[in-house]
Antibody, heavy 119, light 110 residues
């Protein structure tokens, strides 16, 4: 079965960077897009961007451009999201999530990674 | 790009029907038939209920249905059950390889 297993919780200082990983199994990793979505405490879902694991093509939401980088290592079926210049309002649960194409629905989600930004 | 607009809350009694709206613009909801709906329980990851405006993945009960008119998409939950109490989110393709989510609607079963 499809599984997306994310790295563990992180606590960071304002201004620092964080990397969240997402290891995929149960399907052919390059054949699906990987999205990153976050959810601040008590808030809604916010799309951050996506990476096409096959070609490494990325697209980021405008508000994250310049601060986020999404990459993948296909040999180990793992996607990464790096977010820099962290602020307190970046505190959220970060999800990786799979879809067939950018147009398709998200059909599988990771368990989420809590990133806490606090001084 | 702003989030799609959903009512913060909705409610209904068991057995009733409830409709949740999701309003965007001609650049997202109105421009593409790629609207999805997700159900999320507290502390859990979302689960897809509807894709491409009105299609249901296998395993999703037909009590859940989707539609779209102009820039507004809708999710209808018929025959409300206690375990339908959850948060519901719409999403839409927004062009240029971008995706937008709605702000979410908390559904309460009275």
């Amino acid at each position: 079965q499809v599984q997306l297993v994310q790295s563990g919780p992180e606590v960071k200082r304002p201004g620092a960077s964080v990397r969240v990983s997402c290891k995929a199994s149960g399907y052919t990793f390059p054949d699906y897009c990987m999205h990153w979505v976050r959810q601040a405490p008590g808030q809604g879902l916010e799309w951050i961007g996506w990476v096409n694991p096959n070609r490494g093509v990325t697209s980021y939401a405008q508000r994250f451009q310049g601060r986020v980088t999404m990459t993948r290592v296909t040999s180990i079926s793992t996607a990464y999201m790096d977010l820099s210049r962290l602020k307190s309002d970046d505190t959220a649960v970060y999800y990786c999530a799979r879809s067939d194409t950018i147009l398709s629905e998200i059909d599988s989600w990771g368990q989420g990674t809590l990133v806490t930004v606090s001084s | 790009q702003s989030a799609l607009t959903q009512p913060p809350s909705a409610s209904g009694s068991p057995g009733q029907s409830v409709t949740i709206s999701c309003t965007g613009t001609s650049s997202d909801v109105g421009g593409y038939n790629y609207v999805s709906w997700y159900q999320q329980y507290p502390g859990k990851a979302p689960k897809v209920l509807i894709y491409e405006v009105s299609k249901r993945p296998s395993g999703v009960p037909d009590r859940f249905s989707g539609s779209k008119s102009g820039n507004t998409a809708s999710l209808t939950v018929s025959g409300l059950q206690a375990d339908d109490e959850a948060d519901y989110y719409c999403s839409s393709y927004a062009g240029s390889n971008n995706l937008l989510f709605g702000g979410g609607t908390k559904l309460t079963v009275l």
